[in-house]
């Protein structure tokens, strides 16, 4: 399983939980990692890693981030839905 990390890498105390967690979605909710519109994936230092899917692309994606927050989950989830939403509009 690969993971494409946008801006900071996450800590490598928390990749394990980070790799479990994406691998356990794998055949059980999803058949590739195309599918994962959002997930979001709270560690034990407060922080949190916001993964998804690309179409085309057989890794996940996922971005760090130390400090979590409410708006930044919503900001997230919103250009996500933003980005799949375009190709429709064409």
Not at 9 to 16: D, F, G, R, S, V
Not at 73 to 81: G, I, Q, W, Y
């Amino acid at each position: 399983m690969k993971i494409m990390w946008h801006g900071t890498a996450c800590p490598q105390e928390y990749l394990p939980k980070v790799q479990a967690e994406l691998a356990g979605m794998l055949g059980r909710m999803l058949d590739s990692p195309q599918q994962l519109i959002s997930h979001l994936i709270f560690l034990a230092n407060g922080g949190e890693v916001t993964a998804w899917g690309e179409t085309g692309d057989d890794a996940f994606h996922a971005e760090y981030h130390d400090v979590p927050t409410k708006e930044r989950a919503d900001k997230a989830l919103e250009d996500r839905l933003r980005q799949l939403d375009e190709p429709m509009r064409k």
